[in-house]
């Protein structure tokens, strides 16, 4: 496991030329009736994380929430979407999810994304928590879309991993770059090895092997890990990361629907890098957890912005600078999402020109 460098940070500032679209375009199937908050939390991350352009299909009770906190969202349904998905950088799908079968409305689009090819070419997807139970083989044609990159976290892993396992043992990966992303908790990740190995998994044992786990993970699926931790492991065929949090304050309900949005933005900004190979899957989810991390630190009071630089660049150890903060909120989190994307910009530019 390397320890990630802020110098690595796949954060910039907007070009002259650059346009809502080339910032990256995230759409977010997320939320749900029982769980509308999760598509509330993901969604605002998303627009806080410099994503140029969000799109969300959700509950209507969360549209009418981000109808006033985030006016600039476009609120879409099947049809709206179906006819843009080749402009869609990156999919943001199942947070709030009490699970996935064909009663749900987002099923059909749910399942394409599922049945893409491994390599992928022009633009991304993140799958969040909930849709776990779809496991079917998705008839629907995958060649309407543009080869995202997907995420897939919490209520979605077991669907993504009964379809990945369906998908590949048609489908070589060999040589292929990951496109697909799980974000678990040890929990969820004992469900994810109990699902591959047939033996049962309990978080114990995970919590016992964190880094053999998400590499299990990552190899058997051609995935990259994102094992959320205090440290988050991630882990991809050929490529691993270790990241401490700042702050245990992040313990809290819905920071991993904002850690979703987070992804859904940072890699529809980064997607034509990715494209182009000059970035990796795995170091704009490490990003991604640094990023969510400085923001709950900030939340929480345990550091401030200027301490937080300090930190970054090597300056200082958090002993001799952390506070022992205040209680947060996911929405708080979300509050302090674009003042954390600065302070990494900041440590990074300041970094490089140390070099």
Not at 14 to 32: E, F, M
Not at 254 to 282: E, F, P
Request: hydrophobic fraction near 45%; aromatic fraction near 6%; proline fraction near 4%.
């Amino acid at each position: 496991m390397t320890v990630f460098s802020v110098r690595e940070a796949c954060v910039s500032v907007p070009l002259r030329t650059d346009s809502k679209y080339s910032r990256g375009v995230v759409a977010l199937l997320t939320g749900s009736e029982r769980y509308p908050g999760a598509g509330i939390l993901s969604a605002s991350a998303a627009c806080s994380a410099g994503a140029g352009y969000c799109r969300f299909w959700g509950p209507a009770q969360a549209q009418a929430c981000l109808l006033l906190s985030h006016p600039e969202l476009v609120f879409d349904d099947e049809e709206s979407l179906t006819s843009v998905l080749s402009r869609v950088s990156c999919w943001v799908v199942g947070s709030g999810f009490a699970g996935l079968d064909a009663s749900e409305p987002r099923f059909p689009l749910i399942s394409q994304l599922f049945a893409q090819d491994y390599q992928c070419a022009s633009s991304s997807a993140v799958v969040e928590a909930g849709a776990l139970r779809a496991a079917d083989s998705a008839s629907a044609s995958a060649s309407e879309f543009a080869s995202e990159y997907v995420v897939v976290d919490a209520g979605a892993l077991l669907a993504f991993v009964e379809a990945r396992k369906a998908r590949k043992a048609g489908t070589s990966t060999e040589d292929s770059a990951p496109r697909f992303v799980i974000t678990p908790h040890t929990g969820e990740m004992a469900r994810v090895m109990t699902a591959l190995t047939s033996e049962r998994w309990t978080h114990q044992q995970v919590e016992e092997q964190p880094r053999q786990c998400a590499q299990y993970v990552a190899d058997n699926l051609g995935c990259v890990v994102v094992l959320k931790g205090n440290t988050t492991y991630i882990a991809a065929p050929e490529e691993q990361y270790e990241l401490s949090s700042p702050t245990t304050w992040l313990a809290s309900a819905g920071t991993g629907d904002v850690l979703a949005g987070i992804l859904g933005a940072l890699i529809a900004h980064n997607s034509a890098k990715l494209r182009d190979g000059k970035v990796s899957l795995a170091t704009v989810c490490a990003t991604s957890v640094l990023l969510h991390s400085v923001a709950g630190a900030l939340a929480s009071r345990v550091i401030t912005p200027e301490s937080a630089v300090q930190l970054l660049r090597g300056d200082a150890e958090l002993d001799d600078v952390a506070q022992l903060g205040q209680p947060l909120t996911a929405s708080t989190v979300v509050d302090h999402i674009a003042q954390a994307y600065g302070v990494l910009l900041q440590a990074r530019e300041s970094v490089s020109g140390q070099e």
